[in-house]
Nanobody, 115 residues
Framework: QVQLVESGGGLVQAGGSLRLSCTAT????????MGWYRQAPGKQRELVAA???????NYSDSVKGRITISRDIAKNTMYLHMNSLMHEEKAVYSC?????????WGRGTQVTVSS
């Protein structure tokens, strides 16, 4: 089993920045892809970005150029650096990890962007 805990959410003004962290514990060996999803009120959950163990990253078109995903394998931690945040990006941001065909999820961290 893998446990994921997110941190770093909070309130930020539109145009501001936040860095989210996701720390994995448990059977972290052989975690391959990790990713960040978000779910805004009344909307479906959507992928923000994902990163492989080798550092290959993919981004949603809506965040390219403003958001960077990174990963510290030694610390079992993944980060999401978000810049130029927009009001509509208010959501619960959750991290996920894929290991040997199973996916694991954190509880999420709230990001609120004031206009």
């Amino acid at each position: 089993q893998v446990q994921l805990v997110e941190s770093g959410g909070g309130l930020v003004q539109a145009g501001g920045s936040l860095r989210l962290s996701c720390t994995a514990t448990g059977s972290t060996f052989l975690i391959n892809v990790m990713g960040w999803y978000r779910q805004a009120p009344g909307k479906q959950r959507e992928l923000v970005a994902a990163i492989t163990r080798d550092g290959v990253a993919n981004y949603s078109d809506s965040v390219k150029g403003r958001i960077t995903i990174s990963r510290d394998i030694a610390k079992n931690t993944m980060y999401l650096h978000m810049n130029s945040l927009m009001h509509e990006e208010k959501a619960v941001y959750s991290c996920t990890a894929y290991r040997l065909g199973d996916d694991f999820w954190g509880r999420g961290t709230q990001v609120t962007v004031s206009s």
